[in-house]
């Protein structure tokens, strides 16, 4: 049986050193046994493998190495978050921890695509490995923008060791990439989360603000609106949550925060930042056809 670059890595962080194919009948460490005892984990190892293969193929040598760097720390997680099953040596109870991992980070990998034509996304870790983050690669003025701005956002975050920081691209129309924060702390009584967003426009090289999505003389009534709208059919509790939210603090949002505002191309939601008990009425979403007559002409054409 041949096994990818994945079962090496695997391998050597277990302590031992195998090359990147090896026969099964001479398998030792219960990891190895385990991927040769299960067929679906064992062909979960050659999808993984040349999913990982696929990806790295299309990235420059710097890109390589970043990738490189990810799947390794990948491998010393997983290695980590089984160890209670590979303690046991019991085959099926590792196999059925390492299957979880393995479609996970499939399905990971398998969403690097070029966000736009030509550019691909690549994974990297922070300072710290509770930073992770996609870059694009490619050295070109806009590629550059998108990663100066990534970078950015990610210093604007101060974590504490329990805290987590992800940060993703993706496509937003023909040349738009968003990029979005998801922050998480997990430390003390009452874990906390947020998200920021950013938008570049690739064709243009530079940074979209509000007016570029909406029409700047008609913000205070979209504003009204989004107050409107989310005390309409609303609860007692949730229009406590929104209680402190009127149309000046949607406003402020619009001409200051836009980094709250999430755009898709079906509409819009918003991080409202609600006190800690309202959590689950954080986000306000607001559909396309009630944002049509704000729109400017680019977000019309996304948002088709």
């Known amino acids: ?154 210093s604007s975050y101060e974590l504490g060791k329990e805290d987590n920081l992800e940060m993703s691209l993706s496509s937003l129309g023909q040349s738009i990439i968003a990029i979005q924060a998801n922050f998480e702390t997990n430390g003390g009584a009452h874990p906390d989360f947020g998200a920021s967003y950013s938008y570049i426009d690739m064709s243009k090289g530079r940074e979209l603000k509000t007016e570029d999505f909406f029409i700047k003389n008609k913000w205070p009534e979209l504003a009204k609106l989004i107050v409107k709208k989310m005390n309409t059919g609303a609860d007692q509790e949730t229009k406590d949550c929104y209680s402190s939210i009127d149309d000046q603090a949607i406003l402020e949002i619009l001409k200051t925060n836009f980094s709250a505002i999430q755009i898709t191309n079906k509409g819009i939601s918003i991080l409202l930042g609600v006190p800690r008990y309202c959590r689950n009425n954080d986000f306000f979403d607001l559909d396309k056809s009630s944002l049509k007559p704000f729109m400017t002409d680019g977000f019309k054409a996304i948002a088709q």
């Open 1 to 154: 049986m041949k096994f990818q670059l994945l079962i090496s890595l695997i391998i050597s962080v277990a302590g031992n050193s195998y090359a990147a194919s090896f026969d099964c009948s001479k398998a030792k460490s219960p990891i190895e046994k385990s991927i040769c005892a299960d067929p679906k984990l064992s062909a979960l190892d050659e999808k993984l493998g040349d999913t990982y293969s696929n990806i790295k193929n299309n990235l420059s040598e710097v890109a390589k190495s970043k990738l490189r760097n990810h799947q390794t720390a990948w491998v010393k997680s997983l290695a980590q978050d089984c160890s209670d099953a590979i303690q046991t040596k019991d085959n099926k109870k590792i196999a059925s921890c390492l299957i979880n991992y393995y479609e996970s980070r499939i399905q990971y990998l398998s969403s690097l695509n070029p966000p736009v034509d030509g550019f691909y996304k690549f994974p990297t870790l922070g300072k710290t490995s509770n930073i992770s983050y996609e870059l694009l690669d490619k050295p070109t003025g806009a590629a550059n923008l998108v990663n100066s701005t990534v970078e950015k956002m990610a």
